[in-house]
């Protein structure tokens, strides 16, 4: 029936650029097996999921929607494929994405744009566009997507489904192809919060393979599902609310005002450093993106231009199979980087990255958890930034920051503006993912 629903509407969508029916049905059978022979079978068997494919998977293309991987099949899965396999969920294929995690709306993609499912003319966000979609059109309950400076969170608000980024170090890295290694963190889209704590309980935890991937214990945070939040106290960053659209902040509003009678205690905080949050990401991101993407010569992976010099085979092969936005993130990079500009770009950055993350600290010394918007538009036209790379990285104003502090957060739905989506963000102190399950529950 899962096959059947994305033949229905993936036509439309374009949620997808490999299907793996065949392997799926193959571990459907083998569940089915264990099922009938009464032996034990995991906490999400037989569910079905899709994965961003900028995630490794053994024997199945992984192309990060670039024309320089389209024909790369990795040898080895990532760990949270191993884990999710583990857990008895099914893979049925691997979602369109902005090539390499680059971008907010699926445009960047070398093969095609994902539509946004409430409105096709509209873009489903990015860079995780393909798997919110598909979450978003009921062609699978769980999807896998990466957040760099929002792409799980601004595509779950763009398309109406709940997406959660995990505190930077809660779920292992290994596998995932890497953007900006400091920022990257792999996270779920469901359809409800208890689906989010239910996958998180899968995912999570230590792993030898990723050295940043920490030791800590996981709680169970299906346990924070249905909790009172009467003792908490909530933080509203009041920068966040100014730097939206007036519709998007009396939504977001309407949508805190269900918690007040709850017994929570609600301040206003600052966080005054937040407008240049983009200004450092958008340093930090493409510095660290120019040194991962060396990697990308023609040689070891990939496409490669053929030729028998050696100098014409590095430069075409990259020409030809990088697209704009990637070329533009890998200049902006390595300019920043580069001897002369170095302590004026990059290490400012830096600079700013660390009283970002000393705001927060203060912030939650005083607050348990922060609740602000997750993107200040609702989702827009295809094409409507063609020419104006400034205006879409705006898009990251609000979920960037959350990145540069390596803090968890999660989207959920708060409701429509024009009949499109907007999510609502609940923002949490490092690895207490659950405090962040235990508010998205109530406000969902
Ligand atoms: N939109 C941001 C960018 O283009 C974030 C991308 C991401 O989180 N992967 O860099």
């Avoid at 960047?108 to 003319?121: G, H, I, V």
């Avoid at 030898?208 to 509203?236: A, F, N």
């Amino acid at each position: 029936s899962v096959f059947e629903r994305i033949e229905e509407t993936d036509s439309d969508i374009k949620a997808f650029v490999t299907l793996t029916k065949e392997k799926a049905l193959e571990k459907a059978r083998e569940i089915d097996k264990k099922r009938k022979n009464g032996e034990k079978v995991g906490p999400l068997a037989g569910i079905p999921v899709a994965i961003k494919d900028n995630m490794c998977t053994e024997e199945v293309l992984t192309t990060c929607s670039s024309k320089i991987l389209e024909n790369y099949v990795p040898p080895y899965n990532a760990t949270v494929v191993n884990k999710l396999s583990e857990a008895g969920a099914i893979m049925v294929g691997k979602t369109n994405m902005d090539e390499f995690a680059m971008g907010s709306s699926t445009e960047n993609s070398a093969f095609y744009t994902t539509k946004n499912p409430w409105d096709l003319k509209k873009v489903p966000g990015g860079s995780s566009g393909g798997s919110s979609a598909s979450v978003a059109t009921a062609q699978v309950p769980l999807a896998l997507g990466s957040d760099t400076g929002g792409s799980i969170r601004q595509p779950a608000s763009f398309c109406g489904v709940v997406g959660m980024k995990p505190t930077y170090g809660r779920v292992s890295r290994y596998g995932l192809v890497a953007f900006a290694s400091s920022l990257d963190q792999i996270g779920p889209f469901t359809r409800t919060v208890a689906d989010t704590a239910e996958v998180l309980d899968v995912i999570s935890g230590n792993d030898p393979m990723d050295s940043t991937s920490v030791d800590l214990e996981v709680p169970k945070h299906t346990d924070y599902l249905d909790k009172d939040i009467s003792e908490l106290k909530i933080g509203l960053p009041k920068e966040y609310f100014e730097l939206v659209d007036d519709e998007v902040r009396t939504l977001v509003n309407s949508g805190i005002d269900k918690l007040r009678d709850d017994g929570s205690e609600f301040s206003e905080v600052s966080l005054p450093t937040t407008e240049q949050a983009l200004n450092a990401y958008y340093l930090i991101a493409p510095a660290e993106a120019s040194s991962n993407l060396a990697r990308y010569d023609g040689v070891r992976y990939g496409n490669r231009f053929a030729t028998s010099d050696l100098k014409t085979m590095y430069t075409e092969s990259r020409k030809e199979g990088l697209g704009d936005e990637v070329k533009r993130r890998i200049m902006l990079g390595t300019y920043a980087l580069s001897a002369g500009y170095h302590d004026a770009l990059y290490l400012k950055a830096l600079k700013v990255r660390s009283l970002i993350k000393e705001e927060f600290d203060k912030v939650f010394s005083e607050c348990d958890v922060l609740i602000a918007p997750t993107t200040p538009t609702p989702s827009f036209e295809e094409g409507a930034n063609d020419d104006d790379p400034l205006t879409m990285y705006k898009n990251d104003i609000c979920t960037a920051p959350i990145n540069l502090a390596g803090l968890p957060a999660v989207s959920i739905p708060c409701g429509f503006i024009e009949g499109l989506p907007i999510g609502i963000q609940v923002i949490g102190k490092p690895f207490d993912e659950g405090t962040v399950i235990q508010v998205a529950d109530r406000l969902e």
